[in-house]
């Protein structure tokens, strides 16, 4: 099945009488910060783009027997705030307004917290998908946290503004790219790349898992206490990104690199039973992998 922003609107357009979602979905300590996890809404989408390639009746058996619905899935879009004192470090943007009408709810969501985004110091990004990137402009194409420095991997800044990038992607997401363009260049002044394995900023170091996107990262923050991760899209699925992580989404650019750094990303946190926070999972994504066999499963934050 093609994803067109369409198709998009209209599986997401029904989730409007529900109402909006709790401002802050989840939170937990770091040491002496708190992380806090805002909603800045949720998409929709269809069954076909969890699992490319794979057999379809064993996804639907593993979505069955968790009592998941096989024909669609409807994602979170979780933004990690970490809250030292009046310092505010965030981790993606979210969507912003213009992307779906079910998105673009972190403005108010920091409101309803408490956190003014003028106080946010640094932005981290783990990717520049829409859903983590365009909230970092406002309604005025000017960055939504006026005194903050941006953060991106450099591997990333390099696809989206390749003059090949078009090329490599489908003619259904070249608004993706588009769109990464328009708000990395608005970002610029104010933006600082980085490499996996440095620390972006005291305390919070990136991971390499690329393959999601070519320069997709993660963030291992140590603070006191034992290290947490922010895991981006590495996990995209409760179930089956920890049943099946050889398995890759409809949104992988790179499948086979996206498997293996999902299941490296997975056996580090099992054996260390380090926590995380997952963008799209349910409950704020908090929660730990433990190995189950040659595969893992999730277990939340209680």
């Not at 096989?70 to 979170?76: G, K, Q, R, S």
């Not at 779906?100 to 408490?114: H, K, V, W």
């Not at 970002?187 to 170091?205: D, M, N, S, T, W």
Request: hydrophobic residues 40%.
């Amino acid at each position: 099945m093609q994803l067109t922003r369409r198709t998009l609107i209209g599986t997401t357009a029904a989730l409007l009488a529900a109402g909006p979602a709790r401002a802050q979905v989840a939170s937990t300590r770091l040491g002496a910060a708190e992380l806090a996890v805002l909603t800045d809404g949720t998409i929709t989408l269809p069954g076909s783009m969890l699992a490319r390639d794979a057999p379809r009746d064993e996804v639907n058996g593993l979505l069955t027997a968790a009592g998941l619905p096989t024909d669609e899935v409807t994602n979170a879009l979780n933004v990690p705030v970490l809250r030292t004192g009046d310092e505010l470090v965030m981790f993606d943007t979210g969507a912003g307004r213009n992307f779906l009408p079910t998105t673009g709810r972190l403005p108010d969501s920091m409101e309803r917290a408490g956190m003014d985004p003028a106080r946010v110091k640094h932005v981290l990004f783990t990717h520049a998908h829409p859903d983590h990137l365009w909230g970092a402009l406002d309604e005025f194409d000017t960055p939504a946290c006026p005194n903050a420095t941006y953060h991106i991997a450099q591997a990333e800044w390099d696809f989206w503004f390749d003059a090949g990038v078009y090329g490599r992607l489908p003619e259904d997401r070249h608004a993706f790219a588009a769109g990464a363009q328009r708000v990395l260049k608005a970002l610029e002044p104010q933006l600082k790349r980085f490499k996996p394995g440095e620390e972006v900023v005291p305390g919070i170091a990136a991971i390499d898992t690329a393959g999601h996107t070519p320069g997709h990262v993660s963030f291992e923050v140590r603070l006191g206490g034992d290290p947490f991760v922010i895991v981006g899209d590495a996990f995209t699925h409760p179930v089956l990104s920890f049943a099946r992580p050889d398995w890759t989404t409809g949104f992988d650019q790179d499948g086979a690199t996206a498997a293996t750094s999902r299941r490296r990303l997975l056996g580090k946190l099992a054996a260390e039973k380090l926590h995380f926070s997952a963008y799209h999972l349910p409950g704020g994504g908090l929660g730990r992998a433990e190995a189950n066999g040659s595969a893992f499963r999730l277990l939340p934050a209680a």
